[in-house]
């Protein structure tokens, strides 16, 4: 397998026995990135700490080959892997530059991305490195830090000799990681690397040999004087982007410096792997604690203030697929299957165009949300802003929306239940009523005057909340009916498969049968007068071999009348 573009600047790392240590990819023309790990002493009971000594580099992609480069750790470049496994980093200089070195090799990734990757590291088999393929699995490791892969099952896997390698996209040849660790044992196909965002925490030197925007505007991240955080807001966000939580688009006002604003920092910087505090940065809220994970997941951050409609749709475009036609649209980007996310978009009211924004970015993201890993977070700065109310009708039409379609769901479950079994209640319809309602609200918004409409189109939101709870309430309880005489079913056909060989043919549990039969499968059952039925016939079941048994005789062969004894 032959690779050209990044995959010429993968290094093998050997200390100053030539003994293989690791893996490593080269950035620029005279640093290379590689796991920390890999460079502590191997002589146990040693004292660890920042090696002093020059590694050997051998840039084995480079064409044609040369003699193995030098290097050492580069100061502030030291990352030795903590307690929990976390950082595991190491940045080395080399004594003389490349001839030409790199260009933006790293490329952030959407923490949502599956995509096909590539990692070539030096096994002790095959000590001249070998190929190994995986696909992305989703977040893991230490604190939410790494990014699982999973390797093909044919081929190679990840094992000794691949930590530091770099993490090649399949697609697009650029780095997306590092390999970290892999799962000992046998016939393992799991390993794990530590993504670009993390790599540019610990060691914010390489952003020079970064592309790709950054997940979290780094006005998220900006020092501010000291806020207190409002504890209640960080639950609600929270309990927002908790995993398993129901997809979901909001609305919060929050402005700069205040205790609810600091609280929306908190939980954006907590839940990125590249801007998560570790305490040491004033003004910045501290970081969960060690082991902890972060409160939920932020996939997207953005502070829109002053951007257009376009600057906008572009960069959510582009974390959305890594490599898309930049021409694509949002609109046609939502239209298929898109990738489960948590996006936030601060400072709606003071974007270039508000009304524009909320029209065509958030409203196609939130058309899209039912039924979907997504939820949308907008967080207003200006509770008097014009656009506030027309993004929360919007929000509003959007849900109403999600109603009609739970509710035309239920219905349809209905009219398949209600043929089936009885009795059966028919779902109450709420989005002819919402929908009125919306429209009353519509009117009024377009009114001249200062009326705050907020508050009814909040009352009219929870209204529209419960409705759709209750159409998937509905939904469910109409397929439970169906569970209960599918139950009873297979209850009967197993209380026949239980009945002794002498009892086949009785003609009293052959009746019984059939009766609880037709009324099960004959026509909408009733679900009430089945359970009776089968209970009847499994009774009588018990019942008739009992009496078989009374009459059985006691004894053997002699134990009968007249017998002599």
Not at 275 to 288: E, K, L, M, N, S
Not at 440 to 455: E, I, K, N, S, V
Request: charged content about 25%.
């Amino acid at each position: 397998m032959s690779h050209s573009g990044s995959a010429q600047w993968r290094a093998c790392i050997r200390d100053d026995r030539a003994a293989i240590r690791g893996a490593g990819i080269v950035l620029g023309d005279r640093h290379v990135l590689t796991c920390a790990h890999i460079l502590l002493p191997q002589i146990p009971g040693a004292e660890v700490g920042r090696p002093d000594q020059d590694f050997q580099v051998d840039l084995v992609g480079r064409r044609p080959a040369g003699p193995p480069a030098r290097g050492r750790v580069v100061d502030g470049c030291w990352k030795p892997p903590q307690d929990d496994q976390r950082a595991d980093l190491a940045l080395l200089g080399l004594a003389e530059p490349l001839p030409y070195g790199t260009g933006p090799v790293l490329r952030r990734l959407p923490s949502g991305a599956r995509r096909t990757v590539r990692m070539f590291g030096f096994p002790s088999m095959v000590p001249t490195g070998v190929w190994a393929r995986a696909r992305l699995a989703g977040d893991g490791g230490p604190g939410g830090e790494w990014i699982q892969l999973d390797s093909e099952p044919a081929g190679p896997a990840v094992e000794p000799g691949f930590s530091g390698t770099a993490v090649f996209d399949e697609e697009t040849d650029q780095v997306l990681g590092i390999v970290v660790s892999y799962l000992a044992g046998r016939g393992s196909a799991l390993s794990w690397m530590i993504p670009v965002e993390t790599i540019i925490r610990y060691l914010p030197r390489v952003r020079d040999w970064v592309s790709g925007d950054s997940a979290v505007d780094a006005s998220f991240a900006a020092p501010i004087g000291p806020v207190a955080t409002d504890e209640t807001v960080v639950r609600q966000l929270t309990d927002f982007l908790a995993p398993g939580a129901p997809p979901d688009s909001r609305i919060i006002v929050t402005v700069p410096g205040s205790a609810a604003h600091a609280a929306l920092r908190d939980v954006v910087l907590r839940t990125s792997r590249e801007f998560r505090p570790d305490g040491t940065d004033r003004g910045v809220p501290a970081p969960a604690t060690a082991g902890e994970s972060p409160p939920g997941r932020i996939d997207l951050a953005l502070d829109v203030s002053g951007r257009t409609v376009a600057e906008v749709a572009s960069r959510i475009v582009n974390w959305m697929s890594v490599g898309a036609d930049p021409e694509k649209s949002l609109a046609d980007s939502m239209a298929g299957e898109p990738p489960p996310m948590n996006l936030v978009l601060d400072g709606v009211d003071r974007a270039a165009d508000p009304a524009a924004l909320v029209a065509e970015v958030v409203r196609p993201i939130a058309d899209r949300v039912a039924g979907r890993d997504l939820r949308l977070l907008l967080a207003f700065h200006d509770d008097r802003a014009p656009s506030l109310g027309y993004a929360a009708l919007e929000l509003l039409a959007a849900r109403i929306a999600e109603v009609r379609v739970a509710e035309q769901a239920a219905r349809e479950r209905y009219a398949h239940v209600a043929a089936r079994v009885r009795p059966v209640r028919a779902p109450t319809p709420h989005e002819p009523g919402l929908r009125l309602r919306l429209t009353a609200l519509r009117a009024a918004a377009a009114q001249p005057g200062d009326t705050p409409l907020l508050p009814a189109i909040e009352s009219c939101r929870r209204k529209a909340d419960r409705a759709l709870d209750a159409a998937r309430q509905a939904r469910r309880e109409l397929g439970e009916l169906l569970d209960q005489r599918d139950r009873m079913r297979d209850r009967l056909d197993g209380y026949r498969a239980g009945v002794p060989a002498p009892l086949r043919e009785d003609p009293e549990l052959t009746a019984l049968y059939r009766e609880a039969h037709e009324a099960l499968w004959r026509g909408p059952a009733d679900l009430a007068a089945c359970a009776v039925l089968v209970d009847r016939y499994a009774t009588t079941i018990r019942r008739r071999a009992a009496e078989r048994d009374d009459r059985r005789p006691l004894g053997g062969r002699g134990d009968r009348p007249g017998a002599a004894r």
